[in-house]
């Protein structure tokens, strides 16, 4: 069985652009959560989605958005990229997102900001 | 605000010795708790979780940790390390009612010379 994939795995981009990050989660899970990881401020959850309904969210900015599509790939958007928000973004994957259920992470996005 | 609180940033020891890698959150309710870990170049991997039961779980790879309700603890251990353990570990605890929101400590990176 495929585990989570996320594309591109890599990607830079200049201050002040936006960026689309994509994840897909493994088969017949439909809960997608999203989390930052940088070197200051460790692993933070921005939100998650099921049922493509968003419906738990971290601490950031309005300029994190995400959505999720009926397939259950989920997709993350950044706009108007500040330097701090280079970093690996992480995507995980479970059944429901139930509080029993054990997230299942893909390689993850990293972003460099310029 | 719930924390997750990792003693050691940085553990070193030799192969063969024992380890345990501290983790206290500050949440009151129910709970349950994971260790993942981060081996160099790969992605996050589910070392053990608690869900409910015995307070004693066992994971992969001989790692065990013990819940301590009362201390609101869940350390992890391993009786004898070896070169291959070298990685970053996580405690990470998901509270009630929070779906897909896990909140990770900062992570407490393990090296161990062979």
């Known amino acids: 069985k495929a585990g989570v994939t996320q594309t591109p795995r890599y990607l830079i981009k200049t201050r002040g652009q936006q960026v689309t990050l994509s994840c897909s989660p493994i088969?017949?899970?439909?809960?997608v959560s999203w989390y930052q990881q940088t070197p200051g401020q460790g692993l933070q959850f921005l939100f998650e989605?099921?049922?493509?309904?968003?419906?738990n969210k971290g601490n950031f900015p309005g300029r994190f958005s995400g959505r999720q599509f009926s397939n259950s790939r989920s997709e993350m958007n950044v706009s108007t990229l500040e330097l701090g928000d280079s970093a690996l973004y992480l995507c995980a994957s479970s059944f429901s997102g139930g509080i029993v259920e054990t997230q299942y992470f893909g390689p993850g996005t990293r972003l460099l900001v310029l | 605000a719930q924390s997750v609180s990792q003693h050691n940033h940085h553990v070193i020891l030799s192969e063969a010795a024992s380890l345990e890698l501290g983790c206290n959150y500050s949440?009151?309710?129910?709970?349950?708790l994971f260790w993942y870990v981060q081996y160099p170049g790969q992605h996050l991997q589910l070392l053990l979780k608690?869900?409910?039961?015995?307070?004693l779980v066992k994971g992969i790879k001989g790692f065990e940790a013990e819940f301590i309700k009362s201390k609101f603890s869940f350390n992890l251990r391993k009786p004898s390390v070896q070169w291959s353990d070298t990685a970053e570990y996580f405690c990470?605890?998901?509270?009630?009612?929070?779906?897909?929101?896990?909140?990770f400590g900062k992570g407490t990176k393990l090296s161990v010379k062979p």
């Open positions: 949440y009151g309710g129910t709970v349950n």
């Open positions: 990470a605890v998901m509270r009630g009612g929070s779906q897909g929101n896990l909140i």
């Open positions: 989605y099921f049922s493509e309904t968003q419906r």
């Open positions: 608690y869900f409910s039961g015995d307070p």
């Open positions: 088969s017949g899970h439909r809960s």
